[in-house]
């Protein structure tokens, strides 16, 4: 099973240079919100991803890492 990394994301955002603000504009996703995906205490959609993922010039599945299932 894959579930969303969101250290895995916030590193790429702070490694891409583009602040929160400017993918906050070009997602449409709100900065508090944004904020909060990224600190891994708010769900992503996956339209939300998507656009993430766009912005920051990434593949689909740089921010999925594996997990066991119990």
Request: proline share 4%; net charge neutral.
């Amino acid at each position: 099973m894959l579930v969303f990394d969101a250290a895995a994301m916030k590193r790429r955002v702070e490694l891409s240079g583009i602040k929160q603000r400017a993918i906050s504009e070009r997602t449409g996703i709100p900065e508090v919100a944004l904020s909060l995906i990224l600190q891994g205490k708010r769900r992503c959609e996956i339209g939300e991803y998507a656009s993430i993922c766009e912005v920051l010039n990434a593949e689909a599945g740089d921010f999925l890492k594996p997990v066991e299932p119990n």
